[in-house]
Nanobody, 125 residues
Framework: QVQLSESGGGLVQAGCSLRLSCAAF????????IGWFRQAPGKEREPVAA????????DYAESVKGQFSVSRDNMENTVSLQMNSLEREETAVYYC??????????????????WGQGAQVSVSS
């Protein structure tokens, strides 16, 4: 199995950018599709992006298309989420998650087997 760890969260002003990284340990990350999720206080965890095992298919939530970009470097065992023009409403804990079974599209949390501990992203106005 794989262990995941997010980094790169923090406090930024609205309109600024952050880049989150998801490092994989144990089993190689290239075996997995990776999804990014976020969970704001009092809300359900929602998918924002997903990428297949080799990076040639990426899917995004409508709310972040053109704003977020997911990429992966299987040689470095990392997956990144570039977030631009952040808005206050996007304050949340952001998670990366891994699944062996992904045929495209955004899937709910129940489809992912392995999770990182989460990274807090706070956007101030």
């Amino acid at each position: 199995q794989v262990q995941l760890s997010e980094s790169g969260g923090g406090l930024v002003q609205a309109g600024c950018s952050l880049r989150l990284s998801c490092a994989a340990f144990g089993r190689t990350v290239s075996d997995y599709a990776i999804g990014w999720f976020r969970q704001a206080p009092g809300k359900e965890r929602e998918p924002v992006a997903a990428v297949n095992w080799n990076g040639d298919r990426k899917d995004y939530a409508e709310s972040v298309k053109g704003q977020f970009s997911v990429s992966r470097d299987n040689m470095e065992n990392t997956v990144s989420l570039q977030m631009n023009s952040l808005e206050r409403e996007e304050t949340a804990v952001y998670y990366c998650a891994a699944t062996l079974y992904w045929n495209g599209g955004l899937r709910g949390p129940q489809m992912y087997s392995f999770w990182g501990q989460g990274a807090q992203v706070s956007v101030s106005s």
